[in-house]
């Protein structure tokens, strides 16, 4: 029972720590990589709109509160701006600027940026195709990386559903070899599959063991039967014997009887005789009729001593018959 239990409570485990790092690294580099495109993007259109603004044809005009113009892209102290901003897109001869203006609170003047449309959106072609071609590069990384990270774990996993396939098939050998040389998660993996198999092994073995004396303990309780059928067959012909017995007791008893009685007629005969002495000696005359009768009586007499004499005989044999049946039960 301490062995099933045990074999319940083998726990499988699960792949978490280094699978989950690799997937983070995957997932974390194409994030990196736009991160470093968004920055790169940023200085990049950073740098085109100064450059542009320093080729465009308008850029800035410094005006007074009145409306005169002061100058044209002349450096202005933004000291004397701190109010007052205000941007938007204005069309000017079928040419799309961007509009920016700021009035200064001090002297009461503005001044108005007007900036091309085309040399703001000029840098941005290169830094949407620079921004494509990385997105693409870290989308091609990270399947990459998915794949050989799914391509291990896919491996492992028909590993182990092989070796379950041999253990469903009933084999239970195990390359200790192999086991030892796999790491991470998946080493543990295999270990648990491998002490798993030993313990199943043990198990089986265990209830072959159990089966053994299981077939001994029948084939014992066959010969108890057998032993036990012999007694009862033994106590038949006892019972058998017993009733033989009794048969011949009855038999030997009837005979006993019919002997007793036969000795009684003989009494009874010979005081009969003792009679007809008394009256032969009392009458001469009587002599010779009296011997002849006395003659009679001798020969009933020499034929009842037969018919005894055949009695006895068969009493004899009678009880030869219950000396065999006794000796029958004692060897019995």
């Given at each position: 029972?301490?062995?099933?239990?045990k074999?319940?409570?083998?726990?499988?485990?699960?792949?978490?720590?280094?699978?989950?790092?690799?997937?983070?690294?995957?997932?974390?580099?194409?994030?990196?990589?736009?991160?470093?495109?968004?920055?790169?993007?940023?200085?990049?259109?950073?740098?085109?709109?100064?450059?542009?603004?320093?080729?465009?044809?308008?850029?800035?005009?410094?005006?007074?509160?009145?409306?005169?113009?002061?100058?044209?892209?002349?450096?202005?102290?933004?000291?004397?701006?701190?109010?007052?901003e205000?941007?938007?897109?204005?069309?000017?001869?079928?040419?799309?600027?961007?509009?920016?203006?700021?009035?200064?609170?001090?002297?009461?003047?503005?001044?108005?940026?007007?900036?091309?449309?085309?040399?703001?959106?000029?840098?941005?072609?290169?830094?949407?195709?620079?921004?494509?071609a990385?997105?693409?590069?870290?989308?091609?990384?990270?399947?990459?990386?998915?794949?050989?990270?799914?391509?291990?774990?896919?491996?492992?996993?028909?590993?182990?559903?092989?070796?379950?396939?041999?253990?469903?098939?009933?084999?239970?050998?195990?390359?200790?070899?192999?086991?030892?040389?796999?790491?991470?998660?998946?080493?543990?993996?295999?270990?648990?599959?491998?002490?798993?198999?030993?313990?199943?092994?043990?198990?089986?073995?265990?209830?072959?063991?159990?089966?053994?004396?299981?077939?001994?303990?029948?084939?014992?309780?066959?010969?108890?039967?057998?032993?036990?059928?012999?007694?009862?067959?033994?106590?038949?012909?006892?019972?058998?014997?017993?009733?033989?017995?009794s048969?011949?007791?009855?038999?030997?008893?009837?005979?006993?009887?019919?002997?007793?009685?036969?000795?009684?007629?003989?009494?009874?005969?010979?005081?009969a005789?003792?009679?007809?002495?008394?009256?032969?000696?009392?009458?001469?005359?009587?002599?010779?009729?009296?011997?002849?009768?006395?003659?009679?009586?001798?020969?009933?007499?020499?034929?009842?001593?037969?018919?005894?004499?055949?009695?006895?005989?068969?009493?004899?044999?009678?009880?030869?018959?219950?000396?065999?049946?006794?000796?029958?039960?004692r060897?019995?």
């Amino acid at each position: 029972m301490s062995k099933k239990r045990k074999l319940h409570q083998i726990k499988i485990v699960v792949p978490h720590s280094s699978i989950r790092l690799q997937l983070i690294t995957g997932f974390l580099v194409p994030i990196i990589f736009i991160i470093i495109i968004g920055v790169v993007s940023y200085q990049k259109s950073y740098e085109g709109l100064t450059q542009n603004y320093e080729k465009s044809a308008l850029t800035a005009i410094d005006m007074t509160a009145d409306g005169r113009m002061i100058s044209v892209n002349n450096p202005v102290d933004s000291g004397l701006i701190d109010t007052a901003e205000s941007s938007s897109y204005v069309k000017v001869d079928g040419r799309r600027y961007y509009y920016m203006s700021a009035e200064s609170s001090v002297t009461g003047g503005k001044i108005v940026v007007m900036v091309p449309i085309e040399y703001i959106t000029a840098g941005t072609k290169d830094i949407r195709d620079i921004t494509i071609a990385m997105i693409v590069a870290a989308c091609i990384a990270a399947m990459l990386i998915a794949t050989v990270i799914t391509a291990g774990i896919t491996r492992n996993i028909r590993k182990s559903i092989g070796r379950l396939d041999c253990v469903a098939n009933g084999d239970l050998t195990v390359q200790e070899k192999e086991k030892r040389k796999k790491g991470g998660e998946f080493g543990k993996l295999f270990e648990a599959l491998f002490h798993t198999i030993t313990r199943m092994r043990s198990l089986i073995m265990t209830v072959a063991e159990m089966k053994n004396e299981v077939l001994q303990s029948g084939e014992c309780v066959m010969e108890t039967s057998g032993k036990v059928n012999e007694m009862v067959e033994s106590a038949g012909y006892t019972m058998e014997a017993f009733g033989n017995m009794s048969s011949v007791m009855e038999s030997m008893i009837q005979e006993l009887d019919e002997i007793s009685g036969k000795v009684d007629e003989m009494n009874g005969r010979r005081h009969a005789v003792l009679d007809k002495i008394r009256a032969i000696g009392d009458s001469s005359e009587h002599t010779v009729r009296t011997t002849e009768e006395i003659n009679r009586f001798l020969g009933q007499q020499m034929e009842d001593s037969e018919a005894l004499k055949s009695e006895v005989v068969k009493m004899m044999d009678s009880m030869k018959q219950l000396e065999n049946a006794i000796e029958t039960f004692r060897l019995n």
